[in-house]
């Protein structure tokens, strides 16, 4: 990876320090078919608010899109989240102000690089409960114009640690593969057997080097009744 020498890892997880709490309690009622993550096909507006998805943030309108997809339409998928990694620094920091998302995000001194070299692009949906003991299965649909691109998807778990509700879990699945053809991921995970203490999740869309377009759709998450199949990175 190019640009400044600030692991991307830690640079997302600072400036997306907000998503762990402040912004509502999460939907204790689960949908009839099991899935858990509201809205993952993005194809319904917030009722409070056109300009964004309900169950997710505000996209900024400018590195994340919320978006007609506008593939091949043998392979075109309706509304989706987009992600350009190509945007500057500056022009983010400048679009953050302008849409009022500047007490959520910022960059310290941005620069004209693109934002994929240092602090990449996250996206979150809102808090969804966790039943304590339970596995669970994320699918999602994934492309990119980035050649050799890099993207994942996070779910993040939050509980209570000395008094106070913070991030004890998270897994993640990196888009190794990509194209600019929608491919499925799938990915097992167990978020309360090594932190018996998580009683929420949120998912985290993410992409950075190098410079591009990545487009996420169809994210879900539902209860697996067996959990001897899960991974071995999977862990706190």
């Known amino acids: 990876m190019k640009g400044r020498s600030v692991p991307v890892w830690m640079a997302a997880a600072a400036l997306a320090a907000f998503a762990g709490w402040g912004l509502g309690a999460p939907d204790s009622a689960v949908p009839e078919d099991g899935r858990l993550v509201k809205n993952g096909d993005f194809e319904r507006a917030d009722p409070e608010d056109a300009a964004k998805p309900r169950g997710w943030f505000k996209p900024d309108g400018l590195g994340v899109q919320w978006v007609a997809d ?41 620069k004209e690089n693109p934002v994929a070299a240092t602090y990449g692009l996250s996206y979150y949906s809102d808090a ?35 008094g106070e509700k913070r991030r004890r879990y998270e897994t993640l699945v990196t888009c190794r593969e990509g194209g600019q053809h929608w491919r499925r991921f799938s ?28 487009w996420f759709d169809n994210v879900t998450i539902e209860p697996v009744a067996d959990a001897t199949a899960l991974p071995s990175e999977d862990s706190p």
């Open 128 to 162: 969804f409960p966790v039943v304590s003991g339970q596995a669970y299965r994320v699918t999602f649909d994934f492309k990119t114009t980035a050649s050799g691109g890099g993207a994942k998807l996070w779910v993040r778990g939050y509980g209570l640690f000395r």
């Open 70 to 110: 506008e593939g091949p339409e043998a392979d075109r998928h309706g509304r989706v989240i987009r992600l350009d990694t190509a945007v500057s620094e500056t022009a983010m920091v400048e679009r953050w102000t302008q849409v009022g998302l500047n007490a959520f995000w910022d960059i310290p001194n941005p």
């Open 187 to 214: 990915h097992l995970f167990h978020p309360t057997r090594h932190r018996p203490e998580v009683t929420e999740m949120k998912v985290m869309l993410y992409a950075y080097w190098p410079p591009g377009l990545y």
